[in-house]
């Protein structure tokens, strides 16, 4: 069983930075892929971006790439997404995501968080 806190969210002005955070619980954390998702007031669920369970290989949606980093600390249990040059379209409920053990990339999700509102004001 894994459980996923995720933190950091905030009010920021458009061109500014946060840095989220996600808690993992339990000991097969450093084994799973972990994903950051996103979602808009009246939009669907979408990926932002995944890490594996090494930390060396990511993967970014293509509205985020170059602004957006995800890394892990598998010492801490934590992944975490810096967020720069942030706009109004970034503006969401972000979660945390767990994919299965030793799979990459993910494509099925085990665990999730309760996510953490970022908003973007212009």
């Known amino acids: 069983q894994v459980q996923l806190v995720e933190s950091g969210g905030g009010l920021v002005q458009a061109g500014g930075s946060l840095r989220l955070s996600c808690a993992a619980s339990g000991r097969t954390f450093s084994s799973r892929t972990m994903n950051w998702f996103r979602q808009a007031p009246g939009k669907e669920r979408e990926f932002v971006a995944a890490?594996?369970?090494?930390?060396?290989?990511?993967n970014y949606a293509a509205s985020v790439k170059g602004r957006f980093t995800i890394s892990r600390d598998n010492a801490k249990n934590t992944v975490y997404l810096q967020m720069r040059r942030l706009n109004a379209d970034d503006t969401a409920v972000y979660y945390c995501?767990?994919?299965?053990?030793?799979?990459?990339?993910?494509?099925?999700?085990?665990?999730w968080g309760q996510g953490t509102q970022v908003t973007v004001s212009s």
């Open positions: 995501a767990a994919g299965p053990e030793a799979t990459w990339p993910a494509r099925e999700y085990d665990y």
């Open positions: 890490i594996s369970w090494s930390g060396i290989s990511t």
